[in-house]
C-alpha cells in the first residue's frame, strides 16, 4: 500500500500525511514482528535447557497447524483407569493386606509338631527299651491376651481405607472436570476458528471495495490501514483458536488414553 499510497499523492488523491501515516504503521507492525523474534529465542532457549541441550540448538517448528474436519471420540468411562486413579487402589489393597495380617496375629494359634530325643543305651540295665530313643507328641495353643492392640490397628486401617477412598473421589471429581473443561475449550475454539473464516472473508470484501473507490475517487488510507489491521487481527486469532485445540485436545488424550 505505500507504493499505492505515493501514487496517490502523486494524483492528488492522498496527501504525504497519509505517506507518513502508512509507514508509521508499517514501523509498528516490524517492532512487532521483532519482538516476537526474541521471544521465540528466549523459548528455545528454554526448550533446549529442558532436554539438556546446547541453547543455540535450532528448534525445528512446524509452519501451520490446520484445524481437523472432526473431533476425535471421547469414551469417558476410561478415566477411571487413569494411573493417578489406580495409584489409590493399590494404596487400598496394601492396607487390606496389613489388615490380614493383623488378623491373624490376633486369632488364637494352635501348633502341632513332635519332640525328638536320642536315649543312649545305659550299661548295666536290663529293660526292654534301654537305649530307644524317644519321639514325644507336642501341641501347642497361643492366645493373645492383649487385644487392644489388634482393635487399635483394626480402626486405624479402616480409617486409612476410609481416607483413600476419600481420596479417590476427590482426585476423580477433579479430572472430571478438567476433562470437562478440556472438551468445552476445545469446542469453543472451533466456534471460534469458524468465527475468523467468517470475519476475514468480510475483511477482504470490505478492503475491495475500499480500493474500488481509488479508481472514482480519494482514497481514505485510514480506513484502509483498520481494515488490514483487522484482518491481521482475525489471523491471529484464528491461530490463536488452533492451538487452543491443539492444547486441549492434547489434555483429553492424557486423560483418557
Do not use: W
Amino acid at each position: 500500500y505505500e507504493t499505492l499510497a505515493l501514487t496517490s499523492v502523486e494524483v492528488g488523491k492522498a496527501s504525504a500525511v497519509d505517506v507518513l501515516r502508512l509507514q508509521i504503521r508499517q514501523n509498528e507492525m516490524q517492532q512487532l514482528k521483532d519482538v516476537l523474534q526474541q521471544q521465540f529465542l528466549a523459548e528455545q532457549t528454554n526448550f533446549n535447557n529442558l532436554l539438556n541441550r546446547e541453547n543455540d540448538v535450532s528448534v525445528n517448528v512446524v509452519d501451520s497447524l490446520a484445524m481437523p474436519s472432526e473431533d476425535f471420540d471421547i469414551t469417558s468411562e476410561n478415566l477411571a483407569l487413569h494411573p493417578e486413579l489406580l495409584k489409590y487402589d493399590k494404596l487400598y489393597q496394601s492396607v487390606e493386606q496389613s489388615e490380614l495380617l493383623n488378623q491373624k496375629e490376633s486369632s488364637p494359634m494352635i501348633g502341632f509338631g513332635l519332640d525328638y530325643i536320642n536315649v543312649s543305651e545305659r550299661p548295666k540295665m536290663n529293660f526292654s527299651d534301654n537305649g530307644k530313643d524317644i519321639v514325644m507328641p507336642m501341641i501347642s495353643v497361643s492366645i493373645p491376651i492383649f487385644n487392644k492392640k489388634y482393635k487399635s490397628q483394626t480402626k486405624q486401617n479402616e480409617l486409612q481405607q476410609q481416607e483413600i477412598t476419600a481420596q479417590k473421589q476427590e482426585r476423580l471429581n477433579t479430572l472430571e472436570t478438567l476433562l470437562s473443561k478440556a472438551v468445552n475449550e476445545r469446542i469453543a475454539a472451533r466456534i471460534t476458528y469458524a468465527t475468523q473464516i467468517k470475519n476475514l472473508k468480510q475483511a477482504k470484501d470490505a478492503e475491495d471495495i475500499l480500493i474500488k473507490s481509488f479508481e472514482t475517487g480519494t482514497i481514505d488510507f485510514n480506513d484502509v490501514l483498520d481494515i488490514q489491521e483487522l484482518q491481521l487481527k482475525f489471523q491471529m486469532n484464528q491461530i490463536e483458536a488452533v492451538k487452543t485445540y491443539y492444547v486441549q485436545s492434547t489434555i483429553i488424550n492424557y486423560l483418557i488414553q
